[in-house]
């Protein structure tokens, strides 16, 4: 296949399973090409770079990565219209069978629509990640009977309306976008996981070893790092484990505060990482903790999950009890533990509890569960298959 992917970034430090996907695809004997944006000066834009075997066009847009929500949504509405610009300069003309991009931003649906009308018989992918706006009504970004939310969702059901496949993240991600856009034909939504490459299983950890707990990855209002902070301060009283958050966002700050006033000794703030300084620090802990805002209402299954799995680090999941990450921890890969996102108590039950626990165990059977079932080799195998299939 020839392959567009489209991203509002990408480089392979950061890029994570996209970058395994891009990867494993090439691998594969298909060619890719990314158009993508940035915003560094040392950029090189609207014209093909190469690397890793892969062409990649930039962009250059504003730094949408900012605490302004305004900047964010003004340069999220203009990213569309900006890459088709630079796709009429470098790209037009050229052959490609199909177009591959996530969520967000939902507003890449004026990009697929300009290029599958200039690009005869593409198909275009769907890789859903994000369920927008209807997060942003959870996170109280705006209200469900606003302008704002009217905007975006007519857009959504554009998006998904001109998308040949959409690939959601987990059955509960798939029922409820179906329950949700009962427009769609069913047939064109299937389960399309995040995967990543594998990794030698290296978990080991002792009864008398402190149990190193790792909270990674963005830092921000979905994660809800307030009441995470809340959590920590509870158990500040044990000298047997240890906290390490590797990441940014908007509560950067706030952290690195929060451990100073309360003196919080068995929590480490690491501030960001590159891909392979975090994958690293995977390997030397014990459990992995993810954290979702207990507003949720759509089940989120976050990328970090497979940062964990997939050096066979258990889990600890806190969250609301929409994600149906939750039964796949505890009841498909039985791997982990959970507590939900608004009960501090309960969190520090769940730590005394991990505190008694044979985490090898545990580990064994997290590393065994990434194995058959988020290898990134599935992807390119569904993608594969969808490029074979008659469109209905």
């Known amino acids: 296949m020839k392959i567009l992917y489209l991203s509002?970034?990408?480089?392979?430090?950061?890029?994570?399973?996209?970058?395994?996907?891009?990867?494993?695809?090439?691998?594969?004997?298909?060619?890719?090409?990314?158009?993508?944006?940035?915003?560094?000066?040392?950029?090189?834009?609207?014209?093909?770079?190469?690397?890793?075997?892969?062409?990649?066009i930039y962009t250059k847009v504003?730094?949408?990565?900012?605490?302004?929500?305004?900047?964010?949504?003004?340069?999220?509405?203009?990213?569309?219209?900006?890459?088709?610009?630079?796709?009429?300069?470098?790209?037009?003309?050229?052959?490609?069978?199909?177009?591959?991009?996530?969520?967000?931003?939902?507003?890449?649906?004026?990009?697929?629509?300009?290029?599958?009308?200039?690009?005869?018989?593409?198909?275009?992918?769907?890789?859903?990640?994000?369920?927008?706006?209807?997060n942003g009504v959870d996170l109280d970004y705006f209200k469900k009977n606003s302008l704002v939310y009217k905007y975006y969702r007519s857009i959504e059901k554009k998006l998904y309306g001109i998308s040949d496949?959409?690939?959601?993240?987990?059955?509960?991600?798939?029922?409820?976008?179906?329950?949700?856009?009962k427009q769609l034909n069913r047939s064109k939504i299937e389960v399309f996981p995040n995967t990543m490459k594998k990794y030698e299983y290296s978990f080991s950890h002792s009864k008398d070893e402190k149990i190193k707990f790792l909270i990674g990855g963005n830092l921000g209002l979905p994660q809800d790092i307030p009441y995470l902070m809340?959590?920590?301060?509870?158990?500040?009283?044990?000298?047997?484990?240890?906290?390490?958050?590797?990441?940014?966002?908007?509560?950067?700050?706030?952290?690195?505060?929060?451990?100073?006033?309360?003196?919080?000794?068995?929590?480490?703030?690491?501030?960001?990482?590159?891909?392979?300084?975090?994958?690293?620090?995977?390997?030397?802990c014990h459990i992995g903790v993810i954290s979702l805002n207990y507003k949720f209402t759509i089940p989120n299954?976050?990328?970090?999950?497979?940062?964990?799995?997939?050096?066979?680090?258990?889990?600890?999941?806190?969250?609301d009890v929409i994600t149906d990450l939750k039964s796949i921890i505890l009841y498909d890969a039985k791997c982990g533990f959970w507590s939900p996102s608004n009960d501090v108590s309960k969190f520090q039950r769940e730590i005394l509890k991990i505190c008694s626990t044979d985490l090898v165990a545990l580990s064994k059977n997290a590393y065994s569960f990434f194995n058959d079932n988020y290898q990134v080799k599935y992807s390119?195998?569904?993608?594969?298959?969808?490029?074979?299939?008659?469109?209905?």
């Open 301 to 319: 299954i976050p990328a970090r999950f497979l940062s964990y799995i997939s050096k066979g680090l258990p889990v600890l999941l806190i969250s």
């Open 230 to 284: 809340d959590c920590l301060l509870e158990v500040k009283y044990l000298t047997n484990i240890e906290f390490l958050i590797a990441g940014t966002g908007t509560y950067s700050k706030y952290i690195h505060d929060f451990i100073e006033e309360n003196k919080l000794v068995n929590v480490v703030y690491l501030g960001e990482l590159d891909r392979n300084e975090y994958e690293e620090l995977v390997k030397k």
């Open 8 to 56: 509002q970034r990408f480089d392979f430090e950061t890029a994570g399973v996209y970058a395994d996907l891009v990867t494993e695809l090439i691998k594969n004997n298909h060619e890719v090409t990314i158009l993508t944006c940035d915003y560094k000066k040392k950029t090189v834009y609207s014209s093909i770079v190469t690397a890793n075997s892969i062409k990649i």
């Open 380 to 392: 390119v195998e569904i993608l594969e298959r969808f490029y074979r299939e008659e469109i209905k």
């Open 165 to 181: 496949r959409i690939g959601c993240m987990s059955v509960g991600n798939k029922n409820y976008v179906i329950d949700n856009n």
């Open 62 to 134: 504003p730094n949408q990565f900012v605490k302004s929500k305004l900047i964010k949504g003004l340069t999220q509405l203009i990213l569309p219209f900006l890459m088709i610009r630079t796709y009429n300069k470098v790209l037009k003309g050229k052959e490609f069978d199909l177009i591959l991009h996530p969520t967000p931003p939902i507003s890449f649906y004026y990009l697929v629509k300009y290029i599958k009308k200039n690009v005869k018989g593409i198909k275009s992918y769907l890789m859903l990640k994000d369920i927008f706006p209807q």
